[in-house]
């Protein structure tokens, strides 16, 4: 009974324990979220900054609320690329500090991509790590989401430090903004034992299988495999 007494006490401290990484932008700051990465001298060609939908200066594509509050003064991390911008395979990069990941965790994060034209699935935002291992995480390539949409990847990993990103390609013939908010790295859904709401996953607009999606992925991943 008191091994039982003792386990239990365990896994209640975990599920209830604080997340190693979460952020709404609601505290005014990007939570230590840095443009590029550490370990890569190379620089996005343009940065993630803090907006709100009252703020954000391209209200044509960009996001007139923020995903935590739907609010136009909720703050969200924004991205814009200009139409005919130079292009790269970091045109657009944010990364999370180095933390701890431990057992059952998973990332949920919302997102928002819009396009000026929307007939060439131009844009590719993909996620990363590197701590245990590199690997893809989960990519989409679209034009318009739709409005916010929301998503949770599992991380396979237990007891190592790790960074995460969000990788943007896009289209250089495109006018391109591109969101990010509620970022977390928590407890997995299913081995909570709250009745928090969880994110709804995205739906039709997922293409991890799609093979020039892969290949895009592959060919940004041979840069970080050291």
């Not at 952020?23 to 990465?37: A, H, K, R, S, V």
């Not at 000026?116 to 701590?131: A, C, E, F, H, W």
Request: glycine share 4%; net charge negative; proline share 6%.
């Amino acid at each position: 009974m008191l091994l039982i007494s003792i386990l239990a006490l365990f896994s209640f401290i975990q599920v209830h324990a604080e997340p190693p990484f979460a952020c709404d932008f609601e505290d005014g700051t990007m939570c230590e979220m840095e443009n590029g990465l550490w370990f890569d001298p190379q620089r996005p060609v343009h940065n993630f900054s803090l907006t709100s939908g009252e703020l954000v200066p391209d209200k044509e594509i960009a996001p007139s609320k923020d995903h935590t509050y739907n609010t136009s003064s909720g703050h969200f991390a924004y991205w814009h690329q200009p139409f005919d911008s130079p292009h790269t395979n970091m045109d657009g990069c944010l990364s999370t500090p180095i933390f701890e990941l431990t057992e059952h965790m998973c990332l949920t994060f919302a997102y928002y991509i819009k396009s000026v034209k929307v007939d060439r699935n131009g844009t590719v935002l993909s996620i990363y790590i590197k701590g245990c291992g590199f690997r893809p995480l989960w990519a989409v390539r679209t034009d318009d989401t739709l409005g916010w949409q929301t998503d949770e990847i599992p991380l396979v990993g237990y007891k190592c430090n790790v960074t995460i990103w969000f990788n943007i390609m896009a289209n250089l013939k495109n006018s391109v903004s591109v969101a990010l908010d509620d970022i977390s790295v928590d407890i997995c859904a299913r081995y909570r034992t709250t009745t928090t709401p969880q994110p709804t996953p995205s739906r039709s607009i997922r293409f991890t299988d799609n093979i020039s999606l892969l290949a895009i992925m592959f060919l940004v991943s041979m840069n970080y495999l050291l």
